[in-house]
C-alpha cells in the first residue's frame, strides 16, 4: 500500500500571525501534527478548516487529491459533501417561508399531487425535522441490476414511497430519513418554478458568493473537482458512479473548505434568512411526547461534552464529511476527506476535541477478530420497542457491516474494540456501538448503544 507521507506538508494556509495568541500556535501545531500522523489511514486525502472568531486560523491540505495522477491535494479543490446538502435545501425552504410562499405547517400533499391518507397529517415542518415517519428511499428495491447508476425523476421515488406504509405516526419520533429532503427538494421545484439546482443557485449561492459550491454533474466540467475512493480490509480502489439524481435534495452538492466557511458567515451575518427563522432552524424539534430530537431544520444540534454544536455530516460513495460550529465560543471547523472510509469520524472527533479543549479521544481500535466469530454475527436483529425496527449484520471482506431496515444506515463499518464489542464511525455525530449478547456460548443478541441502549434480538 502507497504512503502518502510526502505529501502531508502540500498547503499550509492559516490567517495573519498577527493577532494569534500562544494558545492558538500550540493548536495549530497539535491539530497538524495529529492530522499528519493519521490521515493515511482515513483517506488518500482530506482538507480542513478551522476558524475562530470570525477569522481562519487553520487551513490546510493533505495527501492526494487523484492517485492515478498522483496529484496533490489543495484547499481550494472541491469534494462531495453528501448529506451536507440538507443545509442549503432546509435553508431555501425557509426562504419560501419567510416570502409567504409557503407555511411550515402546510400539508405536504399541497405541492406534492398523490392521493394518500397515509401522508394527510405530514407537513413541510415535519419533513425538515425527519419526524414525517416515511421511510428513507435508500431502502426500496427496484430489481433493476445496478440502480444506483441509473437517473430517477424525484417522482418516481415518490409514486414508490407513498404505497408504503409510515414508520410512525408524523412528530411522535424523528428517524433520519433522506426521503424527507427529497421531498423538499422537489417542493422548491414546484412552488418555485425552477430547477434545485438554479433555485440554489440564485438564491443561495451567488448571494453569499459561494463559487465553489455546486450541484454535481457528471458531464459539467467543474473547476477542482477531485476523485473519491472507496477502501476494503486491504486498499484503495475507485469509488462507484452514483447518479446525482438520486441524491438530489439530500446530498447532490460539491463545496470545498472555503465555502463551507463562507457559508457558514453568511448563515450567522443573516444574509439569507432572518434571525428568527435561523434561530429556530437551529433549534431541536419538540415531540408529541414532550421530548426534543436532536434535529432542527437541516443540522444536528448535540452537546458535545458540555459545549453546543451545530452541524451536519455527509456520507456518499467515495467521500466524508463533517462540519460542526460551537455558537458559545464561535469556533467553526470543516472537514473534508476524498474516501468513503468511516474512521473519519474518530479523526474528526479528535480534531474537534483539541478545538474546543475537551478530553482527547484516541483512536478506536480496529482488532483482528476470527472469521469464525465473526460469522456467528451475522443475522437480522429485531427490537422489541420497535417492531418496524431490524438490524442486519453482514460480512464482506473479513469485515462486519450493519444495515438499518429503514435506509437511514447503509454499509456501516463496524470496527472491533475487543471479541464482542464494536464501534461504528457514525456520520452523524453520535459515539455508536454494537455490543453482541451471547447465551451459553451462542449469540442470542445484541446492544445497539447511541446515547440509548438498546436490546435487540436475533431471529435469524
Known sequence: MLKFLSFSLCLLLTANSYGQTKQDKQLIKNVDQLITEKYSSVA???????????????????????????????????????????????????????KGKISLQDNIQKFIKVSSDKWQNITIENLLTHTSGIIGYDALDFHIPNAIRIDFAPKQFIDSLVKLPLEFTPSTKFNYSNSNYLLLGYIIEQVSGKSYKDYLQENIFKPTGLTNTYYDSPTEIISNRISGYTKDSSAFHNADYISMTQAFSAGALLSNVDDLFKWQQALNSYKLVKKETLDKAFSPYKLTNGQFSDYGYGWFIKDWKGSKSIGHGGAIDGFRSMETFFPDQNIFIATLFNSDNDEYFSLFENITNL???????????????????????????????????????????????????????????????SETLFYLPDVRRIPTTVEFIKTNGKVTGIYWTQEQKHEGKKTE
Not at 442486519?392 to 457491516?401: Q, T, V
Request: some cysteine; aromatic content about 10%.
Open 355 to 417: 478545538v474546543i479543549g475537551k478530553s482527547f479521544q484516541t483512536s478506536y481500535k480496529d482488532l483482528k477478530v476470527s472469521d469464525t466469530i465473526l460469522n456467528s454475527y451475522v443475522g437480522i436483529y429485531k427490537f422489541p420497542e420497535d417492531s418496524t425496527q431490524f438490524l442486519k449484520i453482514y460480512k464482506k471482506d473479513n469485515r462486519l457491516f450493519a444495515e438499518l431496515s429503514n435506509g437511514s444506515g447503509n454499509n456501516m463499518t463496524l470496527l472491533a474494540q
Open 44 to 98: 488518500p486525502g482530506c482538507a480542513v478548516l478551522i476558524a475562530k472568531d470570525g477569522q481562519v486560523i487553520f487551513k490546510k491540505a493533505f495527501g492526494i487529491a487523484n492517485r492515478e495522477l498522483n496529484v496533490p491535494m489543495q484547499t481550494d479543490m472541491v469534494f462531495r459533501i453528501g448529506s451536507m446538502t440538507k443545509q442549503y435545501t432546509a435553508i431555501a425552504i425557509l426562504q419560501l417561508v419567510e
